[in-house]
């Protein structure tokens, strides 16, 4: 995986609650299994119509709105336990998603893809909502070291939690593997203890 310190980026807001995964990613488009491809059919109902031409009142399709950033609802990714969700935001090109609550298997599946979810309390999320209607170019800058999400060029920050495994991971650009593969040499000096141990008992 892609290594992630932090990030400082224009925002792209969604302020729609309770989005699921089948809003996220829909059923028909699972069939692949490799993670790429499935940015291209991010938000597919909400961005497209039943003749594929772009929905210009969805914010995806506005032009205006570009960025890293994804700032959607509270409870954002509810529903199925699909994996493809969370490639689908990644593969579109976000690397952090701000909502003041995360479906815990969503959450876990974004922080195994790369994807950073970062909650924040309803009234930090309220505020960015607030400002970047009264200004399209407000930037968040994110850093996964402090654990700390500011509004540029403001005082407003909050800091939020993370799995200091998930973090040490997403740190260093490892995936599960990575993570024990950087442990070899702690492993095989344990297990030469280990060995010398039950030698002298």
């Known amino acids: 995986m892609e290594k992630f310190i ?11 609650e309770d989005i699921d995964t089948d809003q996220i990613i829909p059923a ?16 597919r109902d909400w ?17 205006d709105f570009q960025g ?6 509270k409870n ?30 969503f959450k ?10 970062v909650q924040v309390s309803q009234s930090f999320l309220n505020k ?12 968040l800058s994110v850093s996964l070291v402090d654990q700390s999400i500011t509004i540029a060029g403001t005082t407003f920050s909050e800091n939020f939690d993370i799995n200091d495994y998930k973090k040490t991971c997403l740190i260093n650009g490892y995936d599960d593997i ?5 442990l070899k040499d702690k492993i095989e000096q344990y297990e030469k203890g280990s060995k010398y141990l039950s030698l002298v008992k």
């Open 6 to 16: 932090s990030i400082q980026s224009t925002i792209v807001p969604l302020s729609i």
């Open 76 to 105: 954002f990714g509810c529903g199925s336990s699909r994996e493809h969700a969370a490639w689908a935001i990644h593969d579109y090109g976000f690397k952090v998603v701000v909502s003041s609550f995360f479906a815990d298997i």
């Open 68 to 73: 890293k950033i994804l700032v959607a609802g």
């Open 178 to 182: 990575d993570y024990l593969l950087s």
């Open 28 to 43: 028909r488009f699972l069939k692949a299994t490799s993670r790429e491809g499935f940015g291209d059919n991010l938000f």
């Open 128 to 139: 960015i909502f607030e400002m970047v209607a009264a200004n399209k170019n407000i930037e």
């Open 47 to 63: 961005r497209y119509d039943e003749n594929n031409q772009a929905k210009k009142d969805f914010i995806l399709n506005n032009a």
């Open 108 to 117: 876990n599946n974004a922080l195994n893809n790369g994807l950073l979810p």
